[in-house]
T-cell receptor, first 114, second 114 residues
Framework: KAGVTQTPRYLIKTRGQQVTLSCSPI?????VSWYQQTPGQGLQFLFEYFSETQRNKGNFPGRFSGRQFSNSRSEMNVSTLELGDSALYLCASSVSGGAGETQYFGPGTRLLVL | AQSVTQLDSQVPVFEEAPVELRCNYSSSVSVYLFWYVQYPNQGLQLLLK??????LVESINGFEAEFNKSQTSFHLRKPSVHISDTAEYFCAVRPSQGAQKLVFGQGTRLTINP
């Protein structure tokens, strides 16, 4: 099976712009979670989608949003970018998001905000 | 709420030496425990997890971790490390009930010297 894929892998934006990141989960996986990784804050949970519904949300401002499509692919959007949004954004998928399930991570999208 | 503390941000060891990466957690509810590894410029990969049963869990590449409920710890060990083990290691917890997020520690950078 193909792993979790994320596009694009690298992105450079300027402050005030918006960005959309894409994640394709492993075939058959219906739960997709997003994480932000920075040197200062570490790995922080953004949100989780299951069957096109946001099931869980982390403590991020409303500028961060996401959605999931009927084929389980997911996108996250960040509007009005700030310098502090520079990070590695990781997507993870699992079969149904159960507590004991393994989450499979993609390689990430590295976002640089100038 | 849950929290995870990885007691060492960096651990340098010589090749073929034993290593222990320490992880303590705090939670008011029952949790599952995970260790993930991140190689340079890659996403996270599951190393091992504890859900229930034997408190000693092993991975296929020689790592093991022991769940200690009384000390709320889940330390990762390997009796003899290899250069290829150089990576960042993350301990994580997740409540065993409900659809909840993974909470990660800050990570431990393991550096293997020849």
């Amino acid at each position: 099976k193909a792993g979790v894929t994320q596009t694009p892998r690298y992105l450079i934006k300027t402050r005030g712009q918006q960005v959309t990141l894409s994640c394709s989960p492993i075939s058959g996986h219906r739960s997709v979670s997003w994480y932000q990784q920075t040197p200062g804050q570490g790995l922080q949970f953004l949100f989780e989608y299951f069957s096109e519904t946001q099931r869980n949300k982390g403590n991020f401002p409303g500028r961060f949003s996401g959605r999931q499509f009927s084929n389980s692919r997911s996108e996250m959007n960040v509007s009005t970018l700030e310098l502090g949004d520079s990070a590695l954004y990781l997507c993870a998928s699992s079969v149904s998001g159960g507590a004991g399930e393994t989450q499979y991570f993609g390689p990430g999208t590295r976002l640089l905000v100038l | 709420a849950q929290s995870v503390t990885q007691l060492d941000s960096q651990v340098p060891v010589f090749e073929e030496a034993p290593v222990e990466l320490r992880c303590n957690y705090s939670s008011s509810v029952s949790v599952y425990l995970f260790w993930y590894v991140q190689y340079p410029n890659q996403g996270l990969q599951l190393l091992l997890k504890y859900l229930s049963g034997s408190t000693l869990v092993e991975s296929i590449n020689g790592f093991e971790a022991e769940f200690n409920k009384s000390q709320t710890s889940f330390h990762l060990r390997k009796p003899s490390v290899h250069i290829s083990d150089t990576a960042e290691y993350f301990c994580a917890v997740r409540p065993s009930q409900g659809a909840q997020k993974l909470v990660f520690g800050q990570g431990t950078r393991l550096t293997i010297n020849p």
